[in-house]
Every structure is written in C-alpha cells, then in structure tokens.
C-alpha cells in the first residue's frame, strides 16, 4: 500500500488482522497538508500485479486546526481540534448498516464513522454542524441504542467527541414522559423542609432532560425542584412552613432539544 503525493514515495506498513482483513499504519505527519488517495498493490497466486485506488476521509489536525466532511443531505460536519500531541488523524465517513434510529429519533443525515487514537488528542477534538437548535449528536452504544452526546443548542455550538464510534446527527421529537402519579417518601431529618417529600418519576429516552427547565408548583406557588438522575425521578421538599392538607401539584419539565411536558397530581400534605 503507498500514500500517493507522499515525497517518499514509500510503502506504509500493512498487518493482517484475523478474518483475512489488514490494516496500514502510518505516522500521523505524512498525512498533513490535505487529503491523499491509497494506492493498493495486490500480487495474486500466479505473481500476477495490479493496483486498487481509494481516496478515504482522512482529517488531519494540527494544534487548532479544523476539517470537515459531507454526511449526506446536504450536511456538512466540521471538526476541530483545540490542542494535539504533536498531530492526529481521524478517519471520518461512512456510517454502519442496519443502524436504525428509533421512532422519537429523526436523523438529519445517515450515520457516519469516526475513528481516531483519543491518546492522539491532548483535549477532545470538537464537532459542529449547521442545524436547527433541536438537532443533537448521537452515538450508536454496544446494545443498537443511541446516546445523545450534545445538542447545539448549547452556549458554544460545539460538542465534544470523547471517544471513536458510529454518530449521526438526529432531532429529539419526544417529550419528557411524566408518570401518572406522585409519591410520598420519607426525607431525612431537617429544620426546614418538612418530613415527608414528594417524587414524581419521569422518562426521557432521548437528548436526555433540562434541569435548568424543571419547575414546580404547589397551588400556584414556586417550590424547590430536584431531578434525581440515577432514580429518573422529580423530588420537591416542602418547606415546614406549608400548611397540611389536599394541595394541587404542578410539574414542568423540558428535555435538551426542547420538547416540553407537564401534569397536575392532587396530593396530600402532611
């Protein structure tokens, strides 16, 4: 396999991996200043010698140096990197079949590839997109599941990619999933809020909630507000000073790409 426009014109080195595949390793430096086409030299069994060409989405990133690629539909995803050791490549393209969305899920593009040494980057190589402020970034998990990684509606239009995988960039079409009633649970011991607190579960499986929109109401009046992460779950304590007896509850939530929901619970305060 050689590097074509490489000065040296030498053969980068190739390994066999099992399964009859091979891969070419190469320092990242010789691919600095563009994009290159492969060359693959084959010898078959009779000595017979032919060549394959490939142009791959090589990017190559210097300290603060950017690159981008074409996702289909007309999406273009740029990719900077802040700081490298030295330099880094990332092979950026094609996406994996059979990598379904689901139904609350709308992909603005196909999926797309992005491999890269993480050792090669001294800070998270971040990528951008021109979208609606709902459009977020996804990756394909070990189990067919997506995972919101971002969603450009954030302060800085850029999202960090911490690890290599399959991405897509994907609208969040569902709310935040309320559950039909509120608990009552036990609180620890404090001076201010009363002893028992109320929880309200809720479900998000897609850009993942906004704390910041979570707000609650008890006959009208503001009260504190907590999503417990772990337990997928909306706890409000209620200050002492509340007076006891049946109170109307009122919940507010958002997820990232800003679906909204609500629901009202009669409770009854202790």
């Known amino acids: 396999m050689a590097l074509l426009g490489d000065t ?3 053969p980068l080195r190739v390994m066999r991996l099992p399964r009859g595949e091979y891969v070419a390793l190469a320092a990242p430096e010789r691919f600095l200043g563009g994009a290159r086409t492969f060359r693959v030299r084959f010898t078959d069994e009779r000595g017979g010698t ?3 060409f490939k142009t791959l989405p090589v990017l190559a990133f210097e300290t603060g140096s950017r690159g981008s690629f074409d996702a289909g539909e007309s999406l273009a995803v740029s990719l900077q990197a802040p700081s490298v050791r030295g330099a880094a490549i990332m092979l950026a393209g094609g996406g994996a079949p059979g990598a379904q969305p689901p139904a609350w899920l709308e992909p603005l593009a196909g999926p797309f590839t ?8 001294a800070r998270y190589p971040l990528c951008s997109f021109e979208a609606e402020r709902r459009a977020g970034l996804y990756r394909l998990d070990g189990k067919g599941g997506w995972a919101c990684v971002g969603v450009i509606a954030g302060e800085t239009r850029a999202i960090e990619i911490r690890r290599p995988g399959v991405y897509a960039v994907m609208i969040d079409t569902e709310a935040p999933t309320l559950r039909a009633s509120a608990l009552a649970l036990d609180a620890p011991p404090s001076g ?7 929880s309200v579960p809720v479900h998000e499986r897609g850009s993942g909630l906004d704390a910041a929109s979570v707000a609650a109401f008890v006959d009208g009046r503001r009260v504190v507000c907590e999503y417990d992460l ?5 706890v409000v304590p209620l200050p002492r000073s509340h007076p006891r007896g049946p109170a109307r509850l009122r919940i507010e939530v958002a997820d990232r790409a800003g679906n909204g929901g609500s629901a009202e619970y009669s409770v009854v305060i202790e």
């Open 8 to 10: 040296t014109v030498a």
């Open 50 to 52: 032919f060549d394959r």
């Open 114 to 121: 992005l491999d890269f040494a993480p050792e090669a980057f």
């Open 192 to 198: 201010y809020f009363k002893r028992r607190l109320l």
């Open 230 to 234: 772990h337990r997928e779950r909306l």
